[in-house]
């Protein structure tokens, strides 16, 4: 089984910032992609930012140049740094780790509230 917890949501002004932070722990293959996803109310969870195990990174349109995504391989941890926060920003959001076996392993942290409002 896999374990991630999450930290670092809050409250913040538009245009502020925050950084997010995941850590992983259990039984996690060497090659894997972690994520950060998000839901606002009444809408789907949709990909914030992914990063592989290589440092390839993909964003969502939306977030492109405001967010930053990294990871340590060695502690299994992945961060998302947001920047110039917009009050559409404001969502729950889940850290995410996959990684191919016998089959696709899909896990999920609890998730972490930011809200961007004045």
């Known amino acids: 089984q896999v374990q991630l917890v999450e930290s670092g949501g809050g409250l913040v002004q538009p245009g502020g910032s925050l950084r997010l932070s995941c850590a992983a722990s259990g039984r996690i293959f060497s090659t894997n992609v972690m994520g950060w996803y998000r839901q606002a109310p009444g809408k789907q969870r949709e990909l914030v930012a992914g990063i592989t195990t290589g440092g390839n990174t993909n964003y969502a349109e939306s977030v492109k140049g405001r967010f930053t995504i990294s990871r340590d391989n060695a502690k299994n941890t992945v961060a998302l740094q947001m920047n110039s926060l917009k009050p559409e920003d404001t969502a729950v959001y889940y850290c995410?780790?996959?990684?191919?076996?016998?089959?696709?392993?899909?896990?999920w942290g609890q998730g972490t509230q930011v809200t961007v409002s004045s």
């Open positions: 995410n780790i996959q990684f191919k076996g016998v089959r696709l392993y899909d896990y």
